[in-house]
C-alpha cells in the first residue's frame, strides 16, 4: 500500500511537471519572438555580460591613409568667413574623401575577321575582351569582369539574379535580363570545370577535411548539398541526389590520407579514414538526453560533458605540455571514456548518449590523435551557413544545369573569399577566349 501511494504521490508530481510544461511551450509559441529568443535557463546575467567591441588595449582601428591622390584641392582662409575680418596662425588641415565616380559602361566595338587557312581551314582571330564567339543577336556581350562581378554579386554575396540585374544596372548602368544572366553563369562556370576539378585534388591531399551536408532542392526536394573544407580555406561543395556513404567516396577517394571531421552521421561511418567526431554535436545529444522525463540522475551525463569540456582544453593547451605530459593526459581521458562506456546503464537518456558513444567510440578522442584534426565540425557548419542564407531566398536550383554551375562557381567564391585572393579578378583572367597580354 505505502508503494502504491508513493507510486500515485509520484505520477502527480511527474503530471504537474508536465502541465507547467505544456504551459510555458503554449505561452512561448502565442509570443512573436518566441523562435528567436533565449530560454530564460540559458540568458546571462547582465553582470556577467561582455562589453560591446574589443577587448581593452586592442589596437585602435581607422580609415588607412589611400596609397594614391587622383585629385588635390585646397580652399583658402585669407579671412573670417563670417565677419570678413584679419586671421592669424593658421595651420592647414588635411583631409582624405575616398567617393566612387559615376560609372558608365565601357563600349568597345571589336571587329574580328575570320579567314580560310589551306591548311588549317576556316580561321578567325581573337581578342582578351572576348568571352564567346556570338553574333547576330548575341553579337552585344558583356566582358569579363562584368560577367565576374554578377557571378560575385549571385553567388558570393548571395543577391537573387534580378536584384543582381538591378545593382549592375544602378551602378553601371549594364543591362541584362535575369535569364540572360542566368545563362551568362552558366557558361562561365562551363569554363571553370578544371578550376573546380582542382579544388577536389586539394582537398583529397590536404591533411584534415571537415564535412557537413544539409537538405538541397534541384526542381523538387530530395537533394542534398554536401561541403568539403580544410584549414588551409579549400572548400568543395557539392550538390547531389543521394546521403550516402558513395558521395564521401568520390570526392575524397579511396586513399584519403587526412583526417576526416564530421557530425555523427552513418554516411561517413562506411568510408575507411582516419576520423574525429564532432564534440559540439555529442554535448548537444548529452543536452537533450538531459531533458528526458525519466532521467533524474544526472551523473553520468554530467561525467561525459566533463570528459569533452577537458579533451577541448587538452587540445588548445597542447603546446603548453611536454610530449610525454600530453601522452598521459590523453591516456587519463581514454581511460575515463572507456570506463564510462563499459558503465551498465538503465536510464533512457543515458543509454542514448551510451549508445551513440559506443557506436563511435574510436573516434572520440580523435583531436588529440591527429594535430590536424580540431575538436568540433565547426569549419563546415560556417561553410554552410552562406548556402542555407540562399536557400530560404532559392530553395536550391531549378534544373541540373544550375545545380553544376552553383556548384562551381560557389565553391571558387568560398575558396577565394577564405584565401584572400579576388575573386573578380580570378574570374575575369579566365573567362576570356585570347590570352591576356603579360
Not at 73 to 83: G, K, M, T
Not at 267 to 286: G, M, N, T
Request: with cysteine; glycine share 8%.
Amino acid at each position: 500500500l505505502r508503494q502504491a501511494l508513493a507510486r500515485g504521490d509520484q505520477m502527480a508530481d511527474e503530471n504537474e511537471r508536465l502541465k507547467k510544461r505544456l504551459e510555458e511551450l503554449e505561452r512561448e509559441a502565442a509570443r512573436q519572438a518566441a523562435p528567436f529568443r533565449r530560454r530564460k535557463g540559458k540568458k546571462v546575467d547582465p553582470a556577467e555580460k561582455k562589453r560591446p567591441g574589443r577587448k581593452p588595449g586592442h589596437a585602435g582601428a581607422y580609415r588607412a591613409v589611400p596609397g594614391h591622390v587622383d585629385q588635390g584641392i585646397e580652399v583658402p582662409l585669407d579671412c573670417c568667413p563670417s565677419c570678413g575680418g584679419q586671421v592669424h596662425n593658421r595651420a592647414p588641415l588635411t583631409q582624405y574623401i575616398e567617393e566612387i565616380p559615376p560609372v558608365r559602361p565601357h563600349v568597345t566595338r571589336l571587329v574580328t575577321w575570320s579567314a580560310e587557312c589551306p591548311t588549317c581551314g576556316e580561321v578567325r582571330s581573337t581578342h582578351p575582351l572576348q568571352t564567346s564567339l556570338g553574333q547576330g543577336a548575341a553579337g552585344v556581350q558583356l566582358g569579363p569582369r562584368a560577367l565576374a562581378l554578377g557571378a560575385l554579386l549571385n553567388k558570393n554575396l548571395g543577391l537573387t539574379m534580378r536584384k543582381t540585374c538591378s545593382v549592375l544596372k544602378q551602378f553601371s548602368g549594364l543591362s541584362i535580363t535575369p535569364g540572360g544572366l542566368s545563362q551568362s553563369l552558366a557558361r562561365v562556370a562551363g569554363k571553370l570545370r578544371v578550376e573546380y576539378g582542382q579544388l577536389r585534388e586539394q582537398v583529397r591531399t590536404s591533411e584534415a577535411v571537415f564535412a557537413d551536408e544539409t537538405s538541397w532542392w534541384v526542381g523538387g526536394p530530395g537533394w542534398w548539398l554536401w561541403v568539403f573544407t580544410t584549414p588551409q580555406g579549400v572548400t568543395l561543395y557539392r550538390v547531389d541526389e543521394h546521403r550516402g556513404s558513395q558521395v564521401v567516396r568520390e570526392v575524397l577517394g579511396d586513399d584519403f590520407p587526412g583526417i576526416l571531421v564530421s557530425d555523427c552521421l552513418s554516411s561517413y561511418d562506411p568510408v575507411d579514414y582516419r576520423k574525429h567526431k564532432c564534440i559540439a554535436h555529442h554535448l548537444q545529444a548529452i543536452n537533450k538526453a538531459r531533458d528526458r522525463p525519466d532521467t533524474s540522475d544526472r551523473w553520468y551525463l554530467d561525467q561525459w560533458e566533463k570528459l569533452f569540456q577537458q579533451v577541448i582544453a587538452l587540445y588548445h593547451e597542447r603546446a603548453q605540455h611536454s610530449a610525454c605530459r600530453f601522452a598521459e593526459e590523453k591516456s587519463r581521458l581514454g581511460a575515463w571514456a572507456d570506463r564510462l562506456l563499459d558503465r551498465p546503464c538503465t536510464q533512457s537518456g543515458d543509454v542514448a548518449v551510451q549508445n551513440r558513444l559506443l557506436k563511435q567510440q574510436a573516434h572520440l578522442l580523435g583531436c588529440l590523435e591527429d594535430t590536424a584534426a580540431e575538436p568540433t565540425n565547426n569549419r563546415a557548419e560556417r561553410a554552410l551557413r552562406p548556402a542555407v542564407i540562399a536557400r530560404k531566398l532559392s530553395c536550391g536550383n531549378k534544373t541540373d544545369a544550375g545545380r553544376q554551375c552553383w556548384q562551381i562557381l560557389v565553391s571558387l567564391a568560398a575558396t577565394c573569399e577564405r584565401l584572400r585572393v579576388d575573386f573578380v579578378e580570378f574570374l575575369a583572367t579566365r573567362l576570356p577566349l585570347a590570352p591576356q597580354a603579360g
